[in-house]
C-alpha cells in the first residue's frame, strides 16, 4: 500500500469534520472543501523544487524563488472541480487539464468520458484532484492517461481516501505521491467509503 502524506494539521480536521456532517449545507460544503483544499494543496508543495532567482526591493537586491517547472492541476470531474476552485488562486499562472472519469453506479469501475491534457506535461509538477479514493479505479484510470501523455511527476490530492484506494494505486502507480486529510477504514457494499463523507461530486454541486 502507498504510505500516502496524511495531514493532520487541527484546521484540516476541522473541515474534514463539517463535510463529512450530514447535514452541512451544500454551499457550507463547497467553503470547507475549498478551505481544505488549500491546505492539502500547501501541504503538497512542501517539496516542489524552486529556482533561485534575484529580486530587487525597495533597498537592496536579494534572493528570491520561482517556479522550477510548470504546475498542471488536473481537476477529475466533477467533484475535483471543488478542490481546483480553490488551489488556482494559489498558483494562478498554472495551467488546467481535465480528465472525466464516471464511477458506473452498478460496478463502480470507471468509465472515463473527456480528457483534454496539455503539451508541457512532461515538464510539470501535477497535481492531480479529486475528493475521494474509493476503489481507486478513478484515480487509477486519470493516472494511466497522464502518463501516456507524457506525466512522470503526479501527486494526489484527496479529502478522505481507504486502504483499498492507496492499494490499486500502490499495485498500478507506486510512483504517485498521495496526500489526504483522512484514511478511513474501508468501503461498504456499495464501494462508498466508510465513514467517508457521502457522494461528494453530489454534496459539491447539489445534485
Ligand atoms: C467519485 C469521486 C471519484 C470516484 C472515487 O466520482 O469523485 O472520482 O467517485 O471512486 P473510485 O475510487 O471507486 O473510483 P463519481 O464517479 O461519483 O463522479 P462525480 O464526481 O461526477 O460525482
Ligand atoms: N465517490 C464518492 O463521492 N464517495 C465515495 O465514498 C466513493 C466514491
Not at 10 to 37: D, K, N, V
Not at 182 to 205: H, K, M, W
Request: proline share 7%; glycine share 6%.
Amino acid at each position: 500500500m502507498i504510505s500516502p502524506v496524511i495531514v493532520v494539521h487541527p484546521l484540516a480536521q476541522i473541515h474534514l469534520t463539517e463535510l463529512r456532517r450530514q447535514h452541512t449545507s451544500c454551499g457550507q460544503f463547497r467553503w470547507h472543501l475549498q478551505r481544505l483544499a488549500e491546505i492539502l494543496f500547501t501541504e503538497a508543495t512542501r517539496s516542489l523544487a524552486t529556482a533561485p532567482v534575484r529580486v530587487q526591493t525597495p533597498l537592496v537586491e536579494t534572493a528570491g524563488s520561482a517556479f522550477a517547472r510548470s504546475v498542471v492541476l488536473v481537476p477529475i470531474l466533477r467533484a475535483g472541480l471543488g478542490l481546483q476552485e480553490a488551489i488556482l488562486p494559489l498558483v494562478p499562472e498554472a495551467t488546467v487539464a481535465h480528465v472525466g472519469i464516471a464511477r458506473d453506479e452498478a460496478t463502480a469501475l470507471p468509465m472515463p468520458y473527456y480528457a483534454k491534457l496539455p503539451a508541457v506535461l512532461k515538464e510539470a509538477d501535477v497535481f492531480l484532484l479529486d475528493p475521494m479514493l474509493a476503489t481507486g479505479g478513478s484515480a487509477c484510470s486519470a493516472v494511466t492517461q497522464l502518463k501516456e501523455a507524457g506525466a512522470t511527476r503526479i501527486t494526489l490530492i484527496c479529502v478522505v481516501s481507504c486502504p483499498q484506494g492507496l492499494q490499486a494505486l500502490a499495485a498500478q502507480h507506486p510512483d504517485v505521491t498521495v496526500v489526504t486529510a483522512a484514511v478511513d477504514p474501508g468501503l461498504n457494499e456499495r464501494s462508498y467509503i466508510v465513514p467517508g463523507l457521502g457522494d461528494a461530486g453530489d454534496r459539491c454541486f447539489g445534485t
